[in-house]
T-cell receptor, first 114, second 113 residues
Framework: ETGVTQSPTHLIKTRGQQVTLRCSSQ?????VSWYQQALGQGPQFIFQ???????GRGNFPPRFSGLQFPNYSSELNVNALELDDSALYLC?????????????FGEGSRLTVL | QQQVKQSPQSLIVQKGGISIINCAYE??????FPWYQQFPGKGPALLIA?????SEKKEGRFTISFNKSAKQFSLHIMDSQPGDSATYFC????????????FGIGTKLQVIP
Protein backbone atom coordinates (compact mmCIF):
# COMPACT_ATOMS: atom_id res chain seq x y z
CA GLU A 1 0.00 0.00 0.00
CA THR A 2 1.52 3.32 -1.09
CA GLY A 3 1.33 6.10 1.47
CA VAL A 4 0.82 9.82 0.93
CA THR A 5 3.73 11.43 -0.86
CA GLN A 6 4.44 15.14 -1.17
CA SER A 7 6.82 17.23 -3.23
CA PRO A 8 8.97 19.18 -2.93
CA THR A 9 10.13 18.47 0.62
CA HIS A 10 11.72 21.88 1.07
CA LEU A 11 11.61 25.10 -0.87
CA ILE A 12 12.50 28.75 -0.45
CA LYS A 13 10.58 31.58 -2.08
CA THR A 14 10.58 35.34 -1.80
CA ARG A 15 7.66 37.51 -0.81
CA GLY A 16 5.22 38.08 -3.65
CA GLN A 17 6.10 34.91 -5.54
CA GLN A 18 3.80 31.98 -6.21
CA VAL A 19 4.27 28.36 -5.18
CA THR A 20 2.74 25.01 -6.14
CA LEU A 21 2.92 22.02 -3.84
CA ARG A 22 1.99 18.51 -4.93
CA CYS A 23 0.50 15.49 -3.24
CA SER A 24 -0.25 11.90 -4.21
CA SER A 25 -2.90 10.36 -2.02
CA GLN A 26 -2.77 6.93 -0.45
CA UNK A 27 -4.05 4.09 -2.58
CA UNK A 28 -7.83 3.72 -2.27
CA UNK A 29 -8.37 7.21 -0.87
CA UNK A 30 -10.47 9.69 -2.81
CA UNK A 31 -10.44 12.72 -0.53
CA VAL A 32 -7.51 15.06 -0.04
CA SER A 33 -7.12 17.76 2.60
CA TRP A 34 -4.41 20.35 3.03
CA TYR A 35 -3.17 21.68 6.35
CA GLN A 36 -0.75 24.44 7.30
CA GLN A 37 1.46 23.81 10.32
CA ALA A 38 3.35 26.82 11.58
CA LEU A 39 6.35 26.23 13.82
CA GLY A 40 5.24 25.13 17.29
CA GLN A 41 1.56 24.97 16.30
CA GLY A 42 -0.96 22.31 15.40
CA PRO A 43 -2.02 21.79 11.80
CA GLN A 44 -4.65 24.27 10.55
CA PHE A 45 -7.21 23.13 7.98
CA ILE A 46 -6.90 24.92 4.64
CA PHE A 47 -9.37 23.03 2.44
CA GLN A 48 -10.53 19.63 1.29
CA UNK A 49 -11.12 18.20 -2.19
CA UNK A 50 -13.47 15.42 -3.18
CA UNK A 51 -14.42 14.47 -6.73
CA UNK A 52 -12.14 17.21 -8.02
CA UNK A 53 -14.09 19.93 -6.22
CA UNK A 54 -13.40 21.93 -3.09
CA UNK A 55 -15.97 20.88 -0.50
CA GLY A 56 -14.76 22.58 2.64
CA ARG A 57 -12.47 25.49 3.47
CA GLY A 58 -10.87 26.89 6.60
CA ASN A 59 -10.01 30.51 7.39
CA PHE A 60 -7.56 31.04 4.57
CA PRO A 61 -7.71 33.80 1.92
CA PRO A 62 -8.51 33.11 -1.74
CA ARG A 63 -4.83 33.31 -2.70
CA PHE A 64 -4.71 29.76 -1.33
CA SER A 65 -6.21 27.55 -4.01
CA GLY A 66 -6.09 23.93 -4.98
CA LEU A 67 -6.82 21.25 -7.50
CA GLN A 68 -7.64 17.59 -7.38
CA PHE A 69 -7.03 15.40 -10.40
CA PRO A 70 -8.93 12.30 -11.62
CA ASN A 71 -6.27 10.05 -10.04
CA TYR A 72 -7.00 11.81 -6.70
CA SER A 73 -3.63 13.54 -6.58
CA SER A 74 -3.75 17.20 -5.61
CA GLU A 75 -2.00 20.54 -5.79
CA LEU A 76 -1.92 23.45 -3.39
CA ASN A 77 -1.21 26.84 -4.95
CA VAL A 78 -0.37 29.94 -2.97
CA ASN A 79 -0.15 33.30 -4.74
CA ALA A 80 1.41 36.56 -3.57
CA LEU A 81 3.42 34.85 -0.86
CA GLU A 82 3.74 36.57 2.50
CA LEU A 83 6.31 36.03 5.22
CA ASP A 84 3.63 34.43 7.45
CA ASP A 85 3.09 31.74 4.83
CA SER A 86 6.33 30.14 5.99
CA ALA A 87 5.20 26.79 7.39
CA LEU A 88 5.04 23.06 6.88
CA TYR A 89 2.25 22.23 4.44
CA LEU A 90 0.72 18.85 5.03
CA CYS A 91 -1.40 16.85 2.66
CA UNK A 92 -3.73 14.23 4.10
CA UNK A 93 -5.84 11.66 2.33
CA UNK A 94 -8.89 9.79 3.51
CA UNK A 95 -11.82 7.77 2.25
CA UNK A 96 -15.06 9.62 1.62
CA UNK A 97 -17.81 8.26 3.80
CA UNK A 98 -15.42 7.32 6.56
CA UNK A 99 -17.24 8.36 9.71
CA UNK A 100 -14.07 9.27 11.51
CA UNK A 101 -11.47 11.97 11.64
CA UNK A 102 -8.75 9.57 10.52
CA UNK A 103 -6.37 11.30 8.16
CA UNK A 104 -3.28 9.81 6.57
CA PHE A 105 -0.61 12.49 6.34
CA GLY A 106 2.39 12.89 4.11
CA GLU A 107 5.68 14.17 5.48
CA GLY A 108 4.95 17.67 4.30
CA SER A 109 6.52 20.42 2.23
CA ARG A 110 8.44 22.97 4.26
CA LEU A 111 8.06 26.41 2.71
CA THR A 112 10.27 29.32 3.71
CA VAL A 113 9.31 32.79 2.48
CA LEU A 114 12.05 35.41 2.61
CA GLN B 1 -10.32 31.05 17.87
CA GLN B 2 -8.81 27.96 19.42
CA GLN B 3 -11.60 25.40 19.48
CA VAL B 4 -9.46 22.67 21.02
CA LYS B 5 -7.28 23.75 23.93
CA GLN B 6 -4.36 21.49 24.85
CA SER B 7 -2.01 21.44 27.82
CA PRO B 8 0.76 21.25 28.74
CA GLN B 9 2.73 22.42 25.73
CA SER B 10 5.79 20.52 26.89
CA LEU B 11 6.24 17.57 29.19
CA ILE B 12 9.26 15.73 30.56
CA VAL B 13 8.65 12.29 32.04
CA GLN B 14 11.00 9.70 33.46
CA LYS B 15 11.14 6.36 31.69
CA GLY B 16 8.46 4.08 33.14
CA GLY B 17 6.35 7.00 34.32
CA ILE B 18 2.88 8.11 33.23
CA SER B 19 2.50 10.91 30.69
CA ILE B 20 -0.78 12.84 30.85
CA ILE B 21 -1.97 15.34 28.25
CA ASN B 22 -5.25 17.22 28.64
CA CYS B 23 -7.58 18.77 26.11
CA ALA B 24 -10.82 20.72 26.20
CA TYR B 25 -13.19 21.58 23.41
CA GLU B 26 -15.96 24.11 22.88
CA UNK B 27 -17.97 22.92 19.91
CA UNK B 28 -20.57 20.37 21.01
CA UNK B 29 -21.02 19.31 17.37
CA UNK B 30 -17.69 17.50 17.49
CA UNK B 31 -18.33 13.77 17.36
CA UNK B 32 -14.91 12.20 17.00
CA PHE B 33 -11.76 12.83 19.01
CA PRO B 34 -8.49 11.45 17.63
CA TRP B 35 -4.98 11.80 18.97
CA TYR B 36 -2.09 12.17 16.56
CA GLN B 37 1.60 11.53 17.17
CA GLN B 38 4.24 13.42 15.21
CA PHE B 39 7.96 12.68 15.11
CA PRO B 40 10.43 15.30 13.86
CA GLY B 41 10.46 15.50 10.08
CA LYS B 42 7.33 13.37 9.75
CA GLY B 43 3.66 14.04 9.28
CA PRO B 44 1.21 13.34 12.13
CA ALA B 45 -0.02 9.75 12.43
CA LEU B 46 -3.21 8.59 14.12
CA LEU B 47 -2.48 7.07 17.52
CA ILE B 48 -5.87 6.40 19.09
CA ALA B 49 -9.37 7.87 18.85
CA UNK B 50 -12.63 7.96 20.80
CA UNK B 51 -16.28 8.84 20.30
CA UNK B 52 -18.28 10.88 22.84
CA UNK B 53 -20.52 7.93 23.76
CA UNK B 54 -17.54 6.13 25.31
CA SER B 55 -15.84 7.31 28.52
CA GLU B 56 -12.57 5.43 28.09
CA LYS B 57 -10.63 3.62 25.39
CA LYS B 58 -7.42 1.71 25.87
CA GLU B 59 -4.96 0.47 23.27
CA GLY B 60 -1.81 -1.03 24.73
CA ARG B 61 -0.08 1.59 26.87
CA PHE B 62 -2.28 4.40 25.53
CA THR B 63 -5.61 5.33 27.13
CA ILE B 64 -8.06 8.09 26.29
CA SER B 65 -10.41 9.29 29.02
CA PHE B 66 -13.43 11.31 27.89
CA ASN B 67 -15.74 13.52 29.96
CA LYS B 68 -18.60 14.66 27.76
CA SER B 69 -20.29 16.89 30.34
CA ALA B 70 -17.06 18.77 31.02
CA LYS B 71 -16.09 18.75 27.34
CA GLN B 72 -12.66 17.44 28.25
CA PHE B 73 -10.56 14.48 27.22
CA SER B 74 -7.09 13.30 28.03
CA LEU B 75 -4.37 10.94 26.86
CA HIS B 76 -2.50 8.77 29.33
CA ILE B 77 0.69 7.00 28.28
CA MET B 78 1.55 4.29 30.77
CA ASP B 79 5.11 3.02 31.25
CA SER B 80 6.44 5.84 29.05
CA GLN B 81 9.45 4.93 26.92
CA PRO B 82 12.13 7.07 25.23
CA GLY B 83 10.64 5.99 21.89
CA ASP B 84 7.42 7.78 22.89
CA SER B 85 9.27 11.11 22.69
CA ALA B 86 7.30 13.03 20.08
CA THR B 87 4.72 15.78 19.74
CA TYR B 88 1.15 14.74 20.51
CA PHE B 89 -1.90 16.52 19.16
CA CYS B 90 -5.44 16.11 20.38
CA UNK B 91 -8.03 16.82 17.74
CA UNK B 92 -11.74 16.89 17.07
CA UNK B 93 -13.93 16.55 14.03
CA UNK B 94 -17.54 16.36 12.94
CA UNK B 95 -19.37 15.15 9.91
CA UNK B 96 -20.82 18.51 8.86
CA UNK B 97 -20.27 17.81 5.20
CA UNK B 98 -16.55 17.27 5.34
CA UNK B 99 -13.82 15.90 7.55
CA UNK B 100 -12.30 19.11 8.81
CA UNK B 101 -10.16 18.16 11.76
CA UNK B 102 -9.41 20.80 14.39
CA PHE B 103 -6.10 20.26 16.16
CA GLY B 104 -4.80 21.41 19.51
CA ILE B 105 -1.51 23.27 19.77
CA GLY B 106 0.44 20.12 20.56
CA THR B 107 2.42 18.74 23.48
CA LYS B 108 6.10 18.01 23.06
CA LEU B 109 6.84 14.95 25.18
CA GLN B 110 10.34 14.00 26.20
CA VAL B 111 10.87 10.71 28.00
CA ILE B 112 14.23 10.61 29.71
CA PRO B 113 16.01 7.35 30.60
Amino acid sequence: ETGVTQSPTHLIKTRGQQVTLRCSSQSGHNTVSWYQQALGQGPQFIFQYYREEENGRGNFPPRFSGLQFPNYSSELNVNALELDDSALYLCASSRAGSNTGELFFGEGSRLTVL
Amino acid sequence: QQQVKQSPQSLIVQKGGISIINCAYENTAFDYFPWYQQFPGKGPALLIAIRPDVSEKKEGRFTISFNKSAKQFSLHIMDSQPGDSATYFCAASNRAGYQKVTFGIGTKLQVIP
